[in-house]
């Protein structure tokens, strides 16, 4: 599933062709994605201007002209792929096999959304009632921002018994944080996945130093990958069609039963199962 980095990667490029831009038509070529389409979908967004296009942990949020918001999620597969006309769409062979969603914008631009598995979902809402929609309501505090800091974190994790890996990738207690960069980031910090929440919190009144270390982490990680363009693992690619090569810089993930690539270090990077999801660490450097 795309992570937080290729979430901003998309991001970033719909706004660069797509914002300020008028729909000109909006057409849907199946009944829904993980769910149905809004009642009204292409009615509601044709006319309007993208005046924005966020990101809410892993979600897109695309605000319209009157206060209406186009929330996109991803799913696993799901992905956009931009094209400046119908004639450079045409040059490509035109719409492909899952090609559920086409939007043309007044300037050409074609924006198409296609989703193999279709786990991916659009949803449209009033912009004033963001933070109440059901899958923004109860997110934790972006990773990239000074509202996440060790003392914020820690606060999270006080009293919690679960692994700190399994804590991490809660959406409630950081927003956008996936199995691939929380791999990376507790590597990086030197802490391993099964120690519990509560223990990285520390005990006493003092923030923890390991609070600190995945705090300052998780910001390299991510500024990391998304100058990466994100990690391209099996079918995520940005809306040029540019792979993210974020991969290339893995320390663990991936990596089971190869050496670890810490300084001095002679461990084998190996691999755990955590609440149905692979872990990749080091138990020599990783305490």
């Not at 991001?11 to 389409?37: D, I, Q, T």
């Not at 960069?181 to 923030?207: D, M, T």
């Not at 990596?255 to 138990?283: D, H, M, N, W």
Request: proline share 3%; net charge neutral; aromatic share 8%.
């Amino acid at each position: 599933m795309p992570e937080l980095p290729e979430v901003e990667t998309v991001r970033k490029g719909l706004e660069n062709k797509m914002l300020h831009g008028v729909v000109s038509s909006l057409e849907l070529r199946r009944e829904g994605l993980r769910y149905p389409f809004p009642i009204g979908f292409s009615d509601s967004v044709v006319g309007r201007t993208i005046v924005s296009i966020d990101r809410r942990a892993k979600y897109l949020l695309i605000r319209m002209s009157d206060g209406l918001t186009w929330i996109v999620h991803l799913g696993m597969t799901g992905k956009f792929t931009l094209y400046q006309n119908d004639s450079e769409l045409e040059s490509v062979g035109g719409f492909a096999k899952h090609d559920h969603v086409v939007i043309k914008l007044e300037s050409g631009v074609i924006a198409i959304y296609n989703d193999p598995r279709r786990f991916g979902f659009m949803d449209l809402i009033d912009t004033d009632g963001e933070q109440n929609h059901r899958h923004l309501a109860n997110i934790g505090c972006e990773p990239l921002s000074d509202d996440f800091h060790a003392q914020a974190l820690a606060f999270e994790l006080k009293g919690k018994k679960t692994p700190i890996k399994t804590a991490l990738l809660d959406q409630r207690i950081v927003a956008g944080l996936g199995n691939i960069y929380v791999c990376e980031i507790l590597y990086r910090a030197k802490i391993s996945p099964k120690r519990s929440a509560k223990y990285v919190a520390g005990a006493n009144q003092q923030v923890s130093h390991r609070c600190e270390n995945i705090v300052s982490h998780t910001k390299d990680v991510l500024r990391e990958a998304i100058i990466a363009g994100g990690s391209t693992i099996s079918d995520f690619a940005a809306v040029d069609g540019d792979l993210g090569y974020f991969a290339h810089s893995f320390r663990v993930y991936g990596r089971e039963g190869e050496v670890c690539l810490g300084e001095k270090c002679e461990g084998v990077v190996k691999r755990i199962t955590q609440a149905g999801r692979s872990t990749f660490y080091c138990p020599q450097c990783q305490k």
